[in-house]
């Protein structure tokens, strides 16, 4: 059975600070999935990884893909009150589905 | 451009009741998928359907079943509702099997 972890489950940090969420999967796949969700909202596309060594970039949030450690890395510079939010990594299988991770709920504190 | 519409936004059921959700993806959009969302968790796969055709099914009873119209419009059923299918639905259409899913907004579904 696929499975898709993040870490840590709980992150609350200050602005201006950095910080990294880990999404670790235990088969291959050719294309993971970063979202963000905001309290009460729909699911917001933020990154699509689709080979090893893919780094993304938008704004003050980048993600990367190690498909040999099976590792996804969302990693965060100079936090924003604006990036609190939950984030999902998920990533896309051969039979069509998104399997997700349980989800960061990010808290940025002035 | 409109993205992903979903209705209703919102409703309410009774245990055993039967209830209808409604997806219409982006225009030009041949791939329309369904996740439940249970509160706190993340969305788990239901269906995926593709130019009409069912091709895939997650790990959810035959009380869940789904449709894909010629327009590439959908609906999820669901029978004989239980408390636990009480859960943010959300449809996330594509343009192609396997690419970048926009989701719409959700059903958010209370059943009592």
């Known amino acids: 059975e696929l499975k898709v972890e993040q870490n840590p489950l709980f992150l609350s940090m200050q602005e201006g600070k950095n910080y990294t969420i880990y999404c670790n999967y235990s088969t291959t796949s050719d294309r993971l999935y970063w979202y963000r969700q905001d309290p009460g909202k729909s699911l917001e596309s933020l990154f699509v990884?689709?080979?090893?060594?893919a780094v993304k970039q938008e704004g003050r949030l980048m993600a990367s893909l190690d498909t040999k450690a099976r590792l996804s890395t969302l990693h965060i510079t100079a936090a924003v009150h604006d990036l609190s939010a939950t984030y999902f990594c998920a990533l896309g299988g051969s039979n069509y589905k998104l399997t997700f991770g349980k989800g960061t709920l990010l808290t940025v504190n002035p | 451009d409109a993205g992903v519409t979903q209705s209703p936004t919102h409703l309410i059921k009774t245990r055993g009741q039967h209830v209808t959700l409604r997806c219409s993806p982006i225009s030009g959009h041949k791939s329309v998928s369904w996740y439940q969302q249970v509160l706190g968790q993340g969305p788990q796969f239901i269906f995926q359907?593709?130019?009409?055709?069912?091709?895939g099914r997650g790990n959810f009873p035959d009380r869940f079943s789904a449709r894909q119209f010629p327009n590439y419009s959908s609906e999820l059923n669901v029978n004989a509702l239980l408390l636990g299918d009480s859960a943010l639905y959300l449809c996330a259409s594509s343009p192609e099997e396997y690419y970048g899913y926009t989701f719409g907004s959700g059903t958010r579904l209370t059943v009592v």
């Open positions: 359907y593709y130019e009409k055709e069912e091709r």
């Open positions: 990884l689709l080979s090893n060594g």
